[in-house]
């Protein structure tokens, strides 16, 4: 039996990491303030945002390593073979403190670098639960992963760089977050600086245009419920008619990054 392990950042809920099955999810964690916590189910986080307003340093890290080590051991004392998919190694030492705990627990494990982060790392995870249930074997699946990860991208914007660059997670003097301009990034890997965009609509047309004409699914996510994504995800429903287009809430660790009012879309393409 294959079992899937991923981190937080997936952001599924209780009903969806149930429902999946074959799927463990290890928690990132984060610190607001003065105080630590797991990053759990994205039913499961509270209202952290007035929290992450308030209080300094917003931080977030790597899953504790025993986090890790407990899931593996827990599935290959069960006899499964374990495919571990994991937030992009550009952006976090997740996948190498993966990679660590299952050369601990030994066994059959494969810890793959997603390239991605939350919702695109969704649309991944997906992909190898659904190949599990077809029963594809262990390789096929790794290697179909491989694969399939240099399909997904994400295109997004931010209100603020504040978060960003506190970070770490940009080095890009040329990105900028004024009365009129919002910077676009694309997400492969790591964060490119793609352009500022003048005013909203210019903003929105230009993350649209990022998008590959032959995608098959996509997620629409923002950083805060009461972030507005309706004139964006109807941009898109215009141009990819024939595309279901979910929509995800952002947990504590990437809105650490993002900001409120931050969103953007993940995509998997055909081929």
């Not at 996509?218 to 507005?228: K, M, N, Q, Y």
């Amino acid at each position: 039996m294959v079992a899937i392990v991923t981190d937080s950042s997936v952001g599924y809920s209780t009903a969806e990491i149930t429902s999946r099955g074959i799927l463990s999810v290890v928690p990132l964690n984060y610190q607001l303030g003065g105080y630590f916590y797991e990053e759990n189910a994205s039913d499961k986080n509270g209202d952290f945002l007035p929290l992450m307003a308030r209080l300094s340093p917003c931080k977030t890290a790597q899953p504790a390593l025993n986090n890790f080590i407990r899931t593996f051991q827990s599935l290959t004392d069960k006899g499964c073979d374990v495919i571990c998919i994991v937030l992009s190694s550009a952006l976090s030492g997740t996948y190498s403190s993966a990679c660590f705990a299952a050369d601990q627990v030994g066994g059959n494990i494969r810890v793959i670098d997603s390239a991605t982060i939350g919702p695109g790392l969704h649309l991944l995870a997906d992909e190898a639960v659904n190949m599990v249930k077809c029963g594809l074997s262990f390789e096929e699946i790794a290697a179909h992963l491989e694969e399939l990860k240099k399909k997904i991208g994400i295109v997004f914007s931010v209100e603020s760089l504040d978060r960003l660059l506190y970070g770490g997670r940009l080095n890009n003097a040329k990105a900028k977050a004024t009365l009129n301009l919002r910077p676009v990034f694309e997400l492969k890997g790591k964060i490119l600086f793609k352009a500022n965009a003048r005013g909203s609509r210019e903003k929105l047309e230009m993350l649209c245009s990022l998008v590959p004409d032959n995608v098959r699914r996509l997620i629409v996510g923002r950083c805060g419920a009461e972030t507005d994504v309706n004139d964006f995800t109807a941009m898109l429903k215009s141009r990819f008619p024939q595309v279901y287009i979910h929509q995800r809430v952002l947990g504590p660790v990437l809105s650490i990054h993002t900001g409120v009012g931050a969103f953007g879309a993940a995509y998997v393409t055909n081929n």
